[in-house]
């Protein structure tokens, strides 16, 4: 048995995107179920992902597992964490830029094979 997670259908335009409460509890309560994962051997857990290619009749499925997309996602997210890095140095206020590029570790936004091949 596979559970198919379509990645383009999404709700839009959410609370949590506009409310920075509403994010952090959107995600504690993901970090919630992540940690009840761990209860699991999650290497064998079988999903189909789907991406839309195209046209929205354009759609492809492959078999993966759970653990390989949370693999993924955490690998992705660093993609968004660089985005964000790069904005907060466009904030015009040297001593808000400062203190918001001073709240993030040195390595915020860098992949582990950049932060390697830096080394």
Not at 21 to 26: L, N, P, Y
């Amino acid at each position: 048995m596979s559970v198919e997670v379509f990645y383009d259908e999404r709700k839009r335009n959410v609370a949590m995107e506009q409310d920075v409460q509403k994010g952090v509890e959107a995600f504690r309560e993901c970090s919630g179920l992540l940690t009840r994962l761990e209860e699991f051997d999650i290497s064998h857990m079988k999903i189909s992902p789907m991406f839309q290619i195209g046209q929205a009749d354009q759609v492809s499925e492959f078999d993966s597992t759970l653990k390989r997309e949370l693999w993924f996602c955490a690998h992705h997210a660093i993609h968004h964490n660089a985005m964000i890095l790069m904005i907060a140095n466009l904030i015009s206020d040297e001593t808000e830029r400062n203190m918001m590029l001073s709240s993030f570790p040195g390595d915020f936004g860098l992949a582990p094979a950049t932060i390697t091949a830096l080394k």
